[in-house]
């Protein structure tokens, strides 16, 4: 196996697209498969005689989570979202989803934005963080309670920079939620070798600019804009509606609309 993406914080988006398409001279597919068995071996380890569920976003990472948790056995999973999505996303979640999935969704919408102004367009990984804890864990420790869980898997890595936990891939937190993450030690160019050779489709979200760098996210969680006028551009040229209906509670927004009209 060839590694030729480094930290996620320094990988540009057309290394992510270069890496893809060039994924089987990285990674054979009989590599993988060792991969992939021992990932298997490990979950079912971790969750015996446990009650457990996996946390699905419609990211890469969760995707081949979900797939592998699938064939270890689990089937029960959920899903965080609020009210500032993209429609074209949730379109998309809503033909390709699990079968057992529950969405849960924690209610933030553009009302709630305005009376938060500095959630949108983060432009700091702390304020980027804020978004993923007030709506992905919030819903997971929602529906970790209301289920009676023992473990919730995640897709988080390593390679990401993401917490897995001390000394192991297990961790729970202050409100006890155990978060178990079985795909900690899985490379990028893994990840990608598995969408690749096991056909897995990915959102559209991928397909936008600096899709592998922003992954699936609420509309005003985006990062990477540089400046909220730029991040109303790039929504812009995603879906023109979103931008509209944000005018109405954003002078930002309604200024760039104003500034596109007279172009």
Request: hydrophobic share 35%; with cysteine.
């Amino acid at each position: 196996m060839k590694r030729i993406l480094g930290k996620k914080q320094k990988i540009k988006n057309e290394d992510w697209i270069n890496a893809m398409k060039n994924i089987e001279e990285l990674i054979s597919i009989q590599e993988l498969e060792i991969k992939v068995k021992e990932t298997v071996q490990d979950i079912r380890k971790m969750t015996d005689g446990k009650k457990a569920a996996y946390a699905w976003s419609a990211g890469k990472d969760s995707i081949v989570l979900g797939a592998i948790c699938q064939t270890a056995g689990i089937t029960d999973c959920m899903m965080g979202v609020c009210n500032l999505e993209y429609p074209a996303f949730i379109k998309w979640v809503d033909k390709h989803k699990p079968k057992c999935l529950e969405i849960i969704n924690t209610g933030q919408d553009l009302e709630w934005l305005s009376e938060h102004p500095s959630m949108l367009f983060p432009q700091d990984s702390a304020t980027a963080a804020k978004w993923f804890s007030i709506v992905q864990h919030r819903a997971q420790a929602r529906y970790y309670k209301e289920n009676d869980l023992d473990v919730m898997l995640l897709g988080r890595r390593r390679a990401d920079g993401n917490y897995c936990g001390k000394g192991s891939n297990v961790y729970t937190d202050r409100k006890g939620v155990t978060r178990y993450s079985p795909l900690a030690s899985w490379t990028h160019e893994e990840i990608l070798a598995y969408i690749h050779y096991y056909k897995l489709p990915l959102p559209p979200i991928y397909k936008w600019k600096n899709g592998y760098l922003c992954g699936t996210h609420p509309w005003a969680a985006r990062q990477w804009t540089g400046s909220v006028d730029n991040g109303w551009r790039e929504i812009f040229d995603i879906d023109k509606d979103i931008v509209k209906q944000a005018a109405k509670f954003f002078e930002s927004a309604a200024d760039f609309l104003n500034k596109v009209s007279k172009s």
